[in-house]
């Protein structure tokens, strides 16, 4: 290959989705050669990238209509983060997003079809990996960072508001954005919080993380930390804590604040479940399962069934003969709760391998999602495997 192409940055097509690659390292990419084209930001509120276009045209893009990716010329590389919406023409410029189509996930073949049909490649961002099969780039520190924020403003809002009052929709802590504009105002608004609530208990929140050696847990700590919490009142532990003792683990009902952040990838007895919670000397009043394994059948927090949202942050979980609450926070897309660093980290850790796109025939993070990407395609049924003519 060895020859730039173009890349055209889309505008996110989820509701609720803020979050792109980042005006920096588009000018990274334009200082190396690479002519890139970025659509416009949609106006509606709930469209709206947290980068300006501004931002972007400042860092040496040229601004297109929005939604324009597909008039782009064929050889144009397609940037986004979010999958497409669901619409059945075949795709004919190759894609660099998340495109949730090689866990066998309902749509799979229609949504990875597409590609094949068009004669491009999707290069999926989960499934970027170093020659140690390590993810190049991910949001994991972000969620766990909003995560903690989150089950901080639920254990102080649950000290200072009666218990048949749930944490309302994050837009009323937002001036009706729905997400934070920085992390500093995040942080900010925490600490405050977190004063409030320990007004009235009269002490900080104890907070137990379990994952907390990978990129969740990591950002989850600092936020605690930031927050206010001192290696007294936070509990981390990873494998190392786990492997000779099974759960559920008391050391969780005995915190006020649970965390679980861990990536599951065998069977695992549960870390809680309504006999520990029964416990009358139970602190655990917020739960946080940023991991979110919810539908799998061996989801370690078998105490609820249904992911939470931004605008309905909290699920009550009951406990019999308890009058002590407990809520459940479950969001599958927390970083877009903090889009401005989110967006930032991510792209930055892609940058490196932005970089060799040219190149990318040879370049072996791209070759190895191509490679990945063409045995996803060989489980196609036959006719959507081929190029349509
Ligand atoms: N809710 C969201 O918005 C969101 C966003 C990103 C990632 N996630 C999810 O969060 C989870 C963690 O992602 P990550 O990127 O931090 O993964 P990671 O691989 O970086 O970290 C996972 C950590 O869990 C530890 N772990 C695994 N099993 C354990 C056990 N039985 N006991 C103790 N520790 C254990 C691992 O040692 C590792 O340190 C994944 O399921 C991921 O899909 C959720």
């Known amino acids: 290959m060895s020859s730039y192409p173009v890349l055209h940055l889309r505008q996110e097509q989820r509701p609720y989705e803020h979050r792109a690659f980042s005006p920096d390292v588009v000018g990274k990419l334009v200082a190396a050669g690479y002519p890139v084209h970025v659509e416009r930001s949609s106006t509606d509120p709930s469209y709206e990238r947290i980068f300006k276009d501004q931002e972007y045209s400042d860092a040496g893009a040229k601004l297109v209509d929005t939604h324009t990716w597909t008039d782009a010329d064929k050889g144009t590389l397609i940037l986004g983060l979010k999958e497409l919406p669901e619409e059945d023409f075949p795709l004919k410029n190759d894609h660099i997003q998340f495109s949730h189509c090689y866990k066998d996930q309902g749509g799979w073949e229609k949504v990875l079809g597409r590609f094949p049909r068009g004669g491009s490649t999707l290069y999926d961002l989960e499934f970027l990996v170093d020659e140690q099969g390590r993810r190049v780039s991910a949001f994991g520190y972000h969620a766990g960072f909003a995560g903690a924020a989150l089950a901080l403003k639920v254990w102080a809002w649950q000290l200072t508001h009666p218990a048949s009052e749930p944490l309302p929709s994050v837009e ?215 190029k349509e003519v």
Not at 183 to 193: G, P
Not at 261 to 284: G, W
Not at 294 to 300: A, F, K, L, M, V
């Open 172 to 386: 009323n802590f937002t001036s009706g954005r729905g997400y934070y504009l920085n992390e500093e105002e995040l942080v900010q608004q925490i600490r405050e919080d977190v004063a409030a609530g320990e007004k009235v208990a009269g002490r900080k929140p104890h907070a137990m993380i379990l994952g907390a050696l990978g990129r969740c847990g990591r950002g989850a700590a600092d936020m605690f930390k930031r927050a206010g919490l001192t290696d007294e009142n936070l509990t981390k532990w990873d494998l190392n804590e786990t492997k000779d003792k099974q759960g559920p683990y008391k050391e969780i009902v005995d915190s006020d604040i649970f965390l679980n952040a861990i990536y599951l990838s065998d069977p695992i007895p549960p870390f809680v479940n309504q006999e520990t919670l029964s416990s009358p000397d139970r602190k655990l009043t917020v739960v946080c399962d940023v991991s979110c394994d919810t539908s799998n059948p061996h989801n370690p927090i078998p105490i609820y069934n249904t992911l939470t949202t931004f605008t309905k942050p909290t699920l009550p979980v009951k406990v019999p003969s308890s009058e002590l609450p407990l809520s459940v926070i479950a969001i599958d897309h927390l970083p877009s709760m903090m889009p401005r660093e989110a967006s930032d980290a991510f792209s930055q850790g892609l940058l490196e391998s932005l970089l060799t796109l040219k190149d990318r025939d040879s370049a072996p993070v791209w070759k190895r999602a191509e490679d990945l990407f063409k045995k996803h395609v060989s489980r196609l049924p036959p006719g959507l495997q081929k």
